[in-house]
């Protein structure tokens, strides 16, 4: 492996990207550690206390929607929105593309078509990201977060530093990751979300020190035993992710001979793959998205627990059964839903077709599709419920053992996912160059 990096090392091109995309990197963790200003140091340190092991504390809240930002929306830094704003734009114009004909006409327009499509995602980003900001001000604004003793004008001025440098930041957010997909190697909002989750495992190593030393104090047993249980899971989910990403089920296609001038085409056995986890970590982002927003206005509004409001969205708090009961179901949901829209078993048949292929056994045209249809559906409920089990699993041992934790079974997905997937770009580009590649 070391020979192989040296080799890659060597390659100009190759060395250009690596350290572009390290240098963008670089920038996004800086970017995290600029605080905003006008705030209560003391206020958010007390809110953002790792030993505050109470789950119904505004960390507990914090780090639910913290997941995705690494930290950077419960320490109040310039990245506090983080790629959010774009990843809730790319889902919200991936559906309507799927039911909005005009769209779905401009997404396979080709390149040009690509072009507005992102500019529509861009603008799209640009108006959550205000919405995002204002909100956020307002939880920071109910939660003290806010420097006291701030005449009308200094507020005003507050508030409009806070808004537009949110709105700046998740913008040049966006700006990094799309150049490093321009410019540098992998996929660049894929990449910022890895780093800023890799940034919190030391935190999540020192919660489960933490858990485990109030075992030993206390005594509780529950923390004692739980910590080293929960570890072990989390390499246990780092396996399973990495084994369902590389699954695969193969459907069997025959082509058939074909007599071309002189040459002869064809003949010759293959396979359609189809991946298990064809979805990917998307279903679990979006039951996530949607399950979030009850705490996310009990937590921005400022609502109190004593409320009879307070007590109905205290049911969907994270670490309740209510709460994992649901999240399980709309995973699987939504894991059937993206699968409809993204995999059409009728072109895959007629593209068969068109080539003179059949699956065996199968008639060629409807037959053919009904059958894909029928290992794709089979397939989703595979990929549903191993999303759901790795997304419940630590939900459901944290309510048993009442630990919280600042890494979630999405993180342990997107962290694995994504680095897989940058690895098979090193090797696609190694492999271009004739160079042994990472994964030989």
Not at 241 to 270: C, D, F, H, I, L
Request: proline fraction near 4%.
């Amino acid at each position: 492996m070391f020979k192989t990096i040296r080799n890659a090392w060597k390659i100009q091109d190759l060395r250009n990207k690596l350290i572009f995309t390290v240098i963008m990197l670089l920038l996004y963790r800086v970017g995290s550690g600029i605080l905003l200003p006008f705030l209560n140091p003391t206020a958010v340190a007390a809110a953002m206390n790792t030993n505050n092991i109470d789950p119904n504390s505004i960390q507990s809240v914090l780090n639910v929607i913290n997941s995705m930002t690494g930290g950077n929306l419960g320490q109040t830094t310039l990245f506090a929105l983080g790629v959010q704003p774009y990843i809730n734009s790319s889902i919200i114009i991936q559906l309507l593309t799927a039911v909005i004909p005009a769209l779905e006409r401009l997404s396979k327009e080709g390149e040009e078509g690509q072009k507005k499509m992102q500019a529509i995602t861009r603008w799209t980003a640009l108006g959550l990201a205000v919405l995002q900001s204002v909100a956020y001000y307002i939880f920071m604004l109910n939660n003290d977060f806010l420097r006291s003793g701030l005449n009308t004008f200094e507020s005003i001025v507050c508030a409009l530093m806070i808004i537009a440098m949110l709105i700046a930041g998740a913008m040049l957010v966006v700006w990094m990751g799309e150049e490093i997909d321009r410019r540098g190697i992998g996929n660049g909002v894929s990449l910022l979300i890895f780093a800023g989750i890799v940034a919190r495992l030391p935190q999540m190593m020192y919660e489960l020190y933490v858990y485990f030393r109030l075992g030993i104090e206390q005594p509780n047993y529950a923390y004692l035993v739980g910590s080293p249980i929960m570890l072990v899971l989390y390499l246990a989910m780092i396996v399973a992710v990495v084994w369902m990403s590389a699954a695969e089920r193969r459907v069997p296609v025959q082509y058939a001979k074909r007599v071309v001038g002189r040459k002869q085409y064809g003949g010759q056995n293959t396979h359609l793959p189809l991946k298990v986890n064809m979805a990917g970590v998307l279903p679990i982002i979006f039951a996530s998205s949607f399950l979030s927003l009850p705490q996310m206005i009990k937590a921005f509004a400022g609502v109190s627990d004593t409320s009879t409001f307070g007590k109905i969205l205290n049911v969907f708090h994270s670490r309740t059964p209510v709460y994992a009961i649901l999240y399980f179901v709309l995973i699987f949901a939504f894991t059937y839903f993206y699968s409809t829209i993204q995999v059409n078993p009728m072109d895959m048949a007629n593209n068969i077709r068109k080539n003179s292929g059949a699956v065996p056994g199968i008639r060629p045209g409807k037959p053919t599709a009904d059958f894909i249809r029928k290992i794709v559906t089979k397939i989703d409920f595979v990929s549903g419920l191993f999303l759901a089990i790795i997304a419940v699993l630590p939900i459901i041992f944290g309510i048993v053992t009442g630990m919280n934790f600042a890494i979630y079974g999405t993180s342990v997905i997107i962290i694995v996912g994504v680095a897989l997937e940058l690895v098979q770009s090193m090797e696609s580009q190694m492999m271009m160059r004739h160079y042994k590649g990472f994964l030989s």
